[in-house]
């Protein structure tokens, strides 16, 4: 084989391959086997057990009720966001880029504490709420705004540099060919960002599933009512139920790997069809 | 359709893009904007098309003002500079988009729209292209497909921006010879932009030579480059040679040397600039009156039938470009290092260099 000028001596190459290897397994894959090895430490029954007593079941369902409502409104707003400040000039452009990343740059359990100032029955709108008897503290509606909050940015992070990067030559071809703006969205637009879409979806998705610390502030910890999973895993891990905290962690692997194989398969799919 | 532009201007926060446009264009027209890169061409063309909107001004298609009428309600075929061919569609989706998108009641069946693409990949020679995306084609196949697909519209205005911009020199040529013909055969009024002023004197019938936000002049090709109006036209159309003196008794006073101004104003005094194209010098070994330069030859390029020169003068190091024929060069049977004398057979006054406010 003729060598490349790119390429390095054998010896350089085998050890940072070696170096790149030890660390993935280290740091990625030996935690994950060791979740599961937790996991089903006491068995198959333990395991199933453990994920379908009640207070588990509801605390999956939990998960699922916020991440269904969350993607979808963050989905929306990040493709509104990104599309603004992509392909439009306006006054005070830098000012939204830069409200969209507050929620990266401030701890999610300030983010909780915020929802719990604003709503909690020591502010003013908090009372109101009382009286008029809607809960949002401690309360499902709390755990979706605080889950909100903190994945706000992923979607439009993720689309942003992407539209940049496409300019709108290809809109206003759409545009001057007689297509509305709404045609012109989901026949020019969408299929163009729609790999960086998927990709802020699937971050977002994660993050919701995983966020522990501003959920962990405004949910109140109500068995059965207001734990979401990583709530739960935390309950079962504190009462030194680790068997049980372990099976319900794999779960949230599972769910996680799950939304990384539909993400490839998706990709290599389109790929055979494009060059 | 015929267009008219009044008074339009645009400005981009601080820079005025557009400064009081006033332009005609008849039906069938094929009009070439002209000018150098932040002349304004590409922005008149987009405020034609819709893409952008004038701050000041009135545009009519024939009588109807469109001046706030959105893009896709305006029924016009545009080319952008760099295809803008949707990525993700074939060449056959790219041209049927335009006919896909119409509203239902409009919309033509799915057998017309495949005989409809079908004649338009025909007159673009790319039938066997169909179904490849852009990604897989040329320069010049990608700029077809995007006149195509402007054209499955139906359009009664074709603007095209910089159409053969990104083109190797001979696809470049061969697209032209085919632009040409395809505005003979369709008679669609079609203007497009260009900094290319060979491509415009070759395609257009009528040229609008742009710069810094307004219209130097507006002529046939021959107008233009015959019978510049202002020294800005004088020197972006062609090669100039500039002589500055001043003007007395109809000669501009040069140095030793005082050229004879043709249809001079004898009247008119004071510093001047006397512009001469390098087919308009004579060059020869004798002196020639008063009206001769004396240069050296510092460089001869020969292009075909015309020999460039270019000579160094002898007083000031001025450089001069000269053409002649091959014919002239060999009868003058000179090389580098000679000197000789350069006379003006023709030559063009302005008093200033940049209003251009003329002697005649």
Redesign the interface.
């Known amino acids: 084989m003729k060598k490349q000028i790119t390429s390095e001596p054998f010896i350089v190459r085998i050890s940072l391959t070696f170096i790149a290897l030890a660390f993935l397994t280290l740091f990625l894959i030996l935690p994950l086997i060791a979740i599961f090895v937790k996991a089903f430490d006491q068995g198959l029954d333990v395991y199933i057990a453990s994920i379908t007593e009640p207070d588990a079941l509801s605390a999956i369902k939990l998960t699922l009720l916020v991440v269904s409502i969350t993607v979808p409104l963050n989905t929306l707003f990040g493709i509104f966001a990104a599309w603004l400040i992509a392909k439009f000039n306006f006054k005070g452009k830098s000012v939204l880029t830069t409200i969209i990343d507050i929620p990266f740059s401030i701890s999610p359990v300030i983010a909780g504490l915020i929802f719990v100032l604003l709503f909690g029955a020591q502010s003013s709108l908090g009372q109101w709420l009382i009286d008029h008897n809607m809960k949002i503290i401690f309360a499902v509606p709390g755990i979706v705004l605080a889950t909100l909050f903190v994945t706000f940015p992923f979607v439009a992070r993720e689309l942003i540099p992407v539209m940049q990067m496409q300019g709108k030559s290809e809109e206003e071809a759409s545009l001057s060919l007689g297509a509305s703006g709404l045609k012109t969205f989901f026949y020019v637009t969408l299929p163009n960002i729609k790999w960086g879409l998927l990709y802020g979806v699937i971050l977002c998705s994660a993050r919701a599933i995983g966020e522990f610390g501003a959920v962990s502030v405004v949910s109140g910890h109500i068995r059965g009512l207001t734990n979401t999973m990583t709530l739960h895993i935390e309950i079962l891990y504190n009462e030194y139920q680790f068997t049980a905290a372990f099976a319900v962690a794999s779960l949230m692997s599972i769910l996680a790997i799950i939304t990384l194989i539909i993400k490839n398969v998706i990709e290599y799919r389109d790929g055979g069809s494009r060059a | 359709m015929s267009i008219v532009i009044e008074n339009v201007s645009k400005s981009f926060g601080s820079f005025q893009a557009l400064k009081n446009i006033n332009l005609k264009i008849e039906t069938g027209e094929l009009v070439a904007l002209l000018g150098p890169s932040g002349s304004g061409k590409t922005t008149l063309l987009r405020i034609i ?3 952008e909107d004038p701050d000041e001004g009135v545009i009519h298609f024939e009588n109807k003002e469109v001046t706030h009428l ?9 080319v ?1 500079q ?1 295809y ?5 569609m074939t060449v056959f989706e790219n041209i049927a ?2 006919l896909k ?2 509203p239902k009641k409009k919309r033509p069946s799915k057998q017309e729209i495949e005989e409809k693409v079908t004649k338009l990949l025909q007159l673009i020679k790319l039938e066997a292209f169909r179904d490849r ?1 852009p ?2 084609l040329s320069g010049g196949q990608k700029q077809r497909v995007a006149l195509a ?2 054209l ?2 139906e359009p009664k205005l074709l603007l095209l921006d910089e159409p053969f911009g990104a083109l190797d020199a001979k696809v470049r040529k061969e697209l032209r010879r085919w632009l040409r013909q395809l505005h003979e055969n369709f008679q669609i009024t079609s203007i497009f932009v260009t900094h290319d002023q060979e491509e415009a004197l070759d395609v257009a019938n009528r040229i609008v030579v742009m710069n810094e936000g307004k219209i130097e002049q507006i002529g046939t090709p021959q107008d233009v480059y015959e019978n510049p109006k202002t020294p800005f036209v004088y020197n972006f159309l062609g090669n100039v040679n500039i002589f500055e003196g001043h003007l007395q008794n109809g000669k501009l006073i040069h140095g030793s040397v005082a050229f004879a101004v043709p249809n001079a104003n004898k009247n008119k005094t004071g510093s001047a600039y006397g512009y001469v194209r390098p087919h308009e010098l004579v060059l020869s070994r004798e002196s020639d009156s008063s009206q001769s330069l004396e240069a050296t030859i510092v460089h001869v390029h020969h292009i075909g039938r015309t020999v460039n020169i270019e000579l160094k003068r002898n007083d000031n190091g001025q450089l001069i470009e000269a053409e002649i024929t091959r014919e002239e060069f060999d009868s003058l049977n000179v090389q580098i290092g000679d000197s000789v004398f350069v006379t003006p057979v023709n030559m063009h006054i302005f008093q200033n260099k940049k209003t251009g406010a003329e002697s005649l």
């Open positions: 098309a819709g893409l959105h893009t896709a309600k305006r029924k016009v075929g545009y952008f760099h803008a061919l949707f990525k993700h988009y335009g998108v119409l995306y990604s897989q697909r402007a499955a519209v």
